[in-house]
């Protein structure tokens, strides 16, 4: 073997080695919402795309596929505590939560609400898990099929679909930061496997 086949080897090792370890860390932030799984995958997925963009064109036959499925459940399942944890740096927990995944906002009234009386809520943003995880797909898809102006249909789609919940500043705030935290990370997991396997 080469000095160049060598450095290839080893660096599809790493890519490897650092998308399924962000993979295993990003399952656990997912179901266990902790900063101490979401930082190492945050990471390990660093060090992937460095290491994609450095490997060399010549992709090994088992490496496609298997570095396509492990972006994905990188991209899937890390952005959801991703996007907590920056819903949760930006805004602390100044809005209550709602029984449905959503968050309470005050219901917009011509009349003052008298004093002593709590403000009439209603649940927004609501199954907001689900849609994310479908948007993820849906990004990290996009890219790694080399369609990146997917993306803009994704945003849209979910721009529109949510359009009447953002009338109240909370609602839209947390929407923003929710969906760039959300795509930001789905990108940066689709962007490892589009740098390795291009």
Same mark, same amino acid.
């Given at each position: 073997?080469?000095?160049?086949?060598?450095?290839?080897?080893?660096?599809?090792?790493?890519?490897?080695?650092?998308?399924?370890?962000?993979?295993?860390?990003?399952?656990?932030?997912?179901?266990?919402?902790?900063?101490?799984?979401?930082?190492?995958?945050?990471?390990?997925?660093?060090?992937?795309?460095?290491?994609?963009?450095?490997?060399?064109?010549?992709?090994?036959?088992?490496?496609?596929?298997?570095?396509?499925?492990?972006?994905?459940?990188?991209?899937?399942?890390?952005?959801?505590?991703?996007?907590?944890?920056?819903?949760?740096?930006?805004?602390?927990?100044?809005?209550?939560?709602?029984?449905?995944?959503?968050?309470?906002?005050?219901?917009?009234?011509?009349?003052?609400?008298?004093?002593?009386?709590?403000?009439?809520?209603?649940?927004?943003?609501?199954?907001?898990?689900?849609?994310?995880?479908?948007?993820?797909?849906?990004?990290?898809?996009?890219?790694?099929?080399?369609?990146?102006?997917?993306?803009?249909?994704?945003?849209?789609?979910?721009?529109?679909?949510?359009?009447?919940?953002?009338? $109240?500043?909370?609602?839209?705030?947390?929407?923003?930061?929710?969906?760039?935290?959300?795509?930001?990370?789905?990108?940066?997991?689709?962007? $490892?496997?589009?740098?390795?396997?291009?």
């Amino acid at each position: 073997m080469n000095v160049v086949g060598a450095m290839s080897a080893v660096g599809w090792a790493v890519i490897v080695v650092a998308l399924g370890a962000s993979a295993v860390l990003s399952v656990l932030a997912y179901l266990r919402p902790r900063p101490i799984h979401l930082w190492p995958a945050a990471g390990t997925l660093a060090l992937a795309i460095v290491a994609a963009s450095t490997v060399p064109d010549d992709v090994p036959m088992v490496a496609a596929p298997l570095v396509g499925l492990l972006g994905m459940v990188v991209a899937v399942f890390g952005g959801s505590p991703a996007a907590a944890t920056a819903l949760q740096l930006a805004m602390g927990s100044s809005t209550p939560p709602g029984a449905h995944g959503g968050i309470l906002v005050a219901v917009r009234s011509d009349e003052p609400t008298p004093p002593g009386v709590a403000p009439v809520r209603r649940e927004v943003l609501r199954g907001g898990l689900t849609i994310g995880v479908l948007e993820r797909l849906a990004s990290a898809g996009t890219i790694i099929a080399g369609f990146p102006e997917g993306l803009a249909i994704v945003v849209a789609v979910k721009g529109v679909g949510r359009f009447t919940e953002l009338e $109240a500043p909370e609602a839209r705030e947390r929407f923003i930061i929710g969906t760039f935290a959300s795509l930001i990370w789905a990108c940066a997991a689709a962007l $490892a496997v589009h740098l390795a396997i291009r």
